[in-house]
């Protein structure tokens, strides 16, 4: 039921910015509800303050909504998966009380389903092998905006190779793949953030979906598996409402629809007001389980940063699904400060 055509999201019936104001146990809005969403995280560090508050929004909201939880592991980062990061994450979530449905999706144990879909592009003429170096895309002139990290691939292997054995066999170089796009807009009708609109010639360009090592790239990966699983729900930190752009795309030319529908949430950053990370001191879950901080002294501050209550105080998971209301959610990235750090160690 998830591949008859692909309608924009137009007319949905939750406008941005005003969720359901659902609390525990209320039904769906309307026949047109999702019915399925997933926990992302990507094994690559430990679960922090700032990825447990996505995932716990995520999770409240499905409580709310009556959304069925799916979890994946998106395993397939390369060397920047860290051994046993998952499996730590997972004890982590079900410490804090979150669960969900069995059995647990890892990307990296069947490559068949990307494979296909790779296949299906190849053979619509939409993507192309690409051997150019990262530094290649970085030098390569008319990559515009380089010095702020943002460029768009401009275009240098498009139409030279007729596959990736020919591009390996010319330049001695294993080829990825891109996928080609086209300007004009394209709009992520986000319900969080609002209405955004791209055009991928300007933000990206033609992007990688497989990469030569023959792993997909975190795009198609992650177009094919909410495809595949029924995924209608996605609820992420907003750092990946372009990459929702990217994904409409890919979903458009695979001709698997209906798009889901996207809340996009503010992400927590330090007081120096940059994504939480190392250099803001250890906010690992973990640490904080370590010095004796309890799942509801956890929640009570994740609860107070999503406007659940007025300040940070210990709350119950089901109090806080009681009490979550995603229209009260601040829209600005949220502050860790250090008064949040004290409330955390009991001081
Ligand atoms: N794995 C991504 C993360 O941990 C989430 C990807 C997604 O939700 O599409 O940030």
Redesign the pocket.
Known sequence: MHYNGWPVAQGRPDPPRRGSNGSAGSEPETPMSETTT?L???P?GALHLG?LR?FLVNYLLARQRGWKVLMRI?DIDGPRVKPDAAEAMLAELKWLGLDWSEPVKWQLRDMSAYESALGRLVALGAAYPCVCSRKDVLTAAGAPHAEDGVFAYPGTCRGLYASAEEALARTGRPAAWRVKVEAGAIEVADRFAGAREFDLTRTCGDFVIYRSQRLPA?QLA?VVD?AEAGVDA????D??LE?AAR?IHLRRLLDIGPEPAYWHLPLVVGPDGRRLAKRHGDTRLAYYHGIGATPQRILGLLAAWSGAIESPREISLEEMIERFDLARMPAAPTVFTDADDRFLRGK
């Open positions: 997933r992302a995280p990507s690559t990825n996505t998106e975190y992650v909410d996605i609820v992420r930190g750092d990946l990459s994904q």
